[in-house]
């Protein structure tokens, strides 16, 4: 142990990191191995380099932009929707399909304490997030007499939490075997000197590296070799907060089978040009995602012969890949984004501090960076009242209050 302090001491030292060991000799002795080992993994060079870009100004790559075609689903014909639903049926009732919940985000905005999923709606009763979920994935079981395999990404704050709410809701019937759990990966948050913090613990401040962190985090806890084994070929991912997801879905997989795509993902359209969510598109020819912050209003306003906007389809988070499409993306490492935010952490004079205003850098990957990796994409339009109710924030647009209502109306209307 005192050698590898040595060269961990050694190894802050020279990336000018020393504080991190604030806290070492009020640790408990398992605790101080479990600092020194997580320093001993830190990509120092990586975090540096991640910074000095954080630091810049954000310079948008110079690419061509140009609008994605779509396929509405509301205006597919009937012998054309009969012949995706079928092609999509049939995969998913030969057992080629699973479902992934992205939930290792923090819900800073939403406030709750816990997991995001384990989040009680009140939709007549209050039901949590993950129960809502559970429940449309065991009315697809049933629908097409299949069992659907369920894997969870997490984060290393929230595992536990997580695992103990299924175990303790005996896996909803599922079947534990059924319902797999994956941890992402996380890097650590450093402030405006690009010093990293350490948290109230004593320990490394560190943060889930984003939704893209998910096809790393896939191959690296072994999920894409467990999706193989189960003769796995379709991967719905979805955000754990949209208690609309319409996951199990044979007309998207179909779309993309018919289309000889690796790839799909559903948009619902903007609702007014300003709106501040993502939009497909293709930059430089492959499909994207272009951000509220990187669009033109020239763009944004820009509408086709039918008066529809040119970049209107918002992205989701409701995306289905081919196996191969996971295994080719996951060999390389998606890009690294910025967000200033507030983080908890302890000062050199070893004081806590709660910041008022954002003081520290997130570094996060983005899963639609990951779209560029493919030739080409499906896309379906599909209609918002249907299959978009997400919980973002405590109150307001995006709120609780706003998704319950969107859920128990389309209970109603498919009644
Ligand atoms: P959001 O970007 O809305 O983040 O994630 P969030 O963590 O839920 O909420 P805020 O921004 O802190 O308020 C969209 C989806 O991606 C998942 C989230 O759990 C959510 O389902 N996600 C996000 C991850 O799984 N990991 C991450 O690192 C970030």
Redesign the pocket.
């Known amino acids: 142990m005192y050698k590898k302090y040595e060269k961990v001491k050694e190894i802050l030292k020279e990336n000018k990191q020393e504080h991190l060991l604030i806290w070492y000799d009020k640790l408990i002795e398992q605790k101080r191995e479990q600092l020194l080992d997580r320093i001993l993994t830190i990509d120092f060079e990586q975090i540096n380099e991640l910074y000095k870009q954080a630091k810049q100004k954000k310079d948008f790559k110079e690419c061509k932009v140009e609008p994605l075609s779509y396929i509405d689903k509301e205006k597919l014909s009937k012998e054309d929707k009969e012949k995706y639903e079928a092609e999509g049926k049939k995969e998913i009732a030969e057992g080629k399909y699973a479902v992934v919940t992205?939930?290792?985000?923090?819900?800073?905005?939403?406030g709750h304490n816990g997991p995001?999923g384990t989040f009680e709606l009140e939709v007549g009763e209050k039901k949590p997030l993950f129960t809502l979920l559970a429940q449309t994935i065991k009315e697809a079981n049933k629908k097409y007499n299949v069992t659907i395999p369920w894997y969870i990404?997490t984060?290393r704050e929230n595992n536990y939490k997580t695992t103990d709410f299924f175990k303790r809701h005996d896996y909803f019937g599922m079947g534990e075997e059924n319902i797999k759990f994956f941890i992402?990966n996380e890097l650590p948050m450093v402030d405006v000197k690009g010093k990293i913090l350490v948290d109230e613990a004593g320990m490394i401040k560190d943060a889930?590296?984003?939704?893209g962190?998910?096809f790393e985090a896939m191959n690296k806890d072994g999920i894409i070799k467990d999706m193989k084994k189960r003769g796995i070929k379709w991967i719905f991912i979805a955000?754990?907060?949209n208690v609309l997801a319409k996951m199990v879905d044979p007309i998207l997989t179909g779309l993309a089978i018919e289309n000889k795509c690796l790839a799909a993902g559903k948009s619902v359209v903007k609702s007014n040009p300003k709106e501040r969510v993502g939009v497909f598109c293709k930059k430089d020819n492959r499909p994207s995602v272009i951000e509220y912050t990187e669009i033109t209003d020239e763009m944004a306003e820009a509408r086709d012969e039918n008066g529809e906007l040119l970049y209107g389809e918002s992205h989701i988070?409701c995306n289905l890949f081919n196996i191969k499409a996971i295994e080719e993306i996951a060999k390389n490492k998606l890009p690294y984004h910025s967000a200033f935010k507030k983080a908890k952490y302890i000062d050199k004079n070893g004081v806590i501090v709660v910041p008022e205003v954002p003081n520290a850098y997130k570094f996060?990957a983005f899963i639609f960076d990951a779209f560029e990796r493919l030739d080409d994409m499906a896309i379906m339009r599909v209609k918002r009242e249907e299959e978009f109710a997400p919980v973002?924030n405590a109150e307001g647009v995006d709120s609780p209050e706003t998704a319950a209502k969107l859920y128990l109306d389309y209970i109603k209307n498919k009644k």
Do not use: W
């Open positions: 992205m939930a290792g985000g923090q819900g800073t905005r939403l995001k990404m984060s992402q889930a590296d984003g939704h962190g998910i955000g754990v907060d988070l996060e973002k």
